[in-house]
């Protein structure tokens, strides 16, 4: 896929997309946008429609926003975008010069509506921005990204606004960092932005999360900006004042994903060096292992065991954990760990068992 950056963003860094979740009211939609106008944004954000979780809550002031965005285009020479979930939408905006187009988590989740967007789209290069499916699926997301690519959109890039889940302790949406980071991986000419207020859904950790995405080379950060934060009519507690941002923005350390003649680069490469042979010996130690548990597979077979044994599983996973602190290792990661190595070690002992029985199977057919 060629793959193009929507406006003049190719080589723009970081991409900042700034503004309320909702438009609210005229004033408030110029009044957001006057007071972020030096603060060198990219996009200006307001959404029309809203898709909201529950009925009841505040739904989108609907097409009449719409000409205060083109106010905002007109008046302070901002680029402005809008979310679109259906074929109508589109046609809305495009009578009204919005700039770019964003297509919600819970759009991109349905093949069905992408399709009509798609469809309603078709043959207008108007730059898109798709937001990750509410739920953890890589492919759904690069599904959504083809069926706008066929239906011949090439200015596209996507955010990543985390991922919903029953119920987390910190970030409303979880971050799920490793499925954006595969897509870049796959497309490095994407334009990756993070919507750090959807990902947080609280103000005191905006700056961290940003700052982290910064770290892992996001390309831009699209932040929810209300000129009175607790007076919104929806997302309250993720917005912050456009001063805010601007101290916010100001705090961000950006970082380079090459090296020059930095003096560090070659205590870099040395330390790469040694972390690569630890990865490989890790590896080796695992391959052991699963030697072990083919053996121990083969056993329990002949003692008709089951491959699961709850008691010395749990036994494990706390000794792991008691010895990951020791260590400063998060539990979290140690549970993973464990878990992984667990599950494969299941699969190597099934397949000596299972084996065995086919084998037993073919033998007497
Ligand atoms: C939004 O950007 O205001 C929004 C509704 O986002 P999401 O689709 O990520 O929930
Ligand atoms: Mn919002």
């Not at 939408?89 to 297509?103: E, M, R, S, T």
Request: glycine content about 4%; hydrophobic content about 40%; some cysteine.
């Amino acid at each position: 896929m060629e793959i193009r950056a929507p406006l003049d963003w190719a080589n723009k860094y970081p991409i900042l997309i700034a503004g309320p979740c909702s438009a609210e009211s005229e004033e408030q939609v110029l009044q957001t946008a006057q007071a972020l106008q030096n603060t060198g944004i990219d996009l200006y954000r307001a959404g029309i429609w809203k898709p909201r979780t529950r009925p009841g809550s505040f739904e989108g002031i609907g097409k009449i926003g719409l000409p205060w965005l083109r106010r905002v285009r007109n008046e302070l020479g901002m680029p402005v975008c809008t979310e679109v979930a259906k074929a109508q939408h589109v046609d809305d905006v495009l009578a009204h010069q919005i700039d770019v187009l964003w297509v919600g988590a819970r759009t991109t989740a349905n093949p069905f509506s992408v399709d009509d967007l798609a469809t309603a789209l078709s043959g207008v290069d108007i730059p898109i921005l798709i937001k990750n499916p509410t739920n953890p699926d890589y492919k759904l997301w690069l599904g959504a990204i083809e069926r706008f690519y066929r239906a011949g959109i090439r200015h596209i890039a996507v955010i990543h606004r985390g991922f919903s889940s029953y119920h987390h302790a910190i970030y409303r949406n979880v971050p799920m960092w490793q499925i954006p980071l595969e897509l870049k991986r796959h497309f490095p000419n994407l334009k990756i932005i993070c919507d750090h207020s959807h990902i947080c859904g609280r103000r005191d950790l905006l700056l961290s999360t940003a700052q982290y995405a910064m770290d892992l080379l996001f390309d831009g950060l699209m932040t929810e900006v209300h000129p009175s934060p607790d007076q919104a009519w929806s997302d309250a507690r993720q917005q912050i004042t456009p001063k805010t941002y601007q101290t916010m923005i100001d705090a961000l350390v950006l970082r380079a994903d090459h090296f020059n003649n930095h003096p560090a680069s070659e205590a870099i490469l040395k330390i790469r060096a040694s972390i690569d042979q630890l990865d490989e010996q890790i590896l080796h130690l695992i391959d052991t292992r699963m030697d072990l548990s083919e053996k121990i597979g083969q056993l329990k077979k002949q003692e008709n065991l089951s491959i699961f044994q709850p008691a010395r599983w749990d036994n494990m996973i706390k000794k792991a954990i008691r010895l990951g602190k020791e260590k400063q290792l998060s539990e979290q990661f140690v549970r993973q760990l464990l878990d992984a190595i667990h599950l494969e070690s299941i699969e190597h002992q099934s397949k000596v068992m299972n084996q065995q029985s086919q084998t037993t199977e073919q033998k007497s057919d």
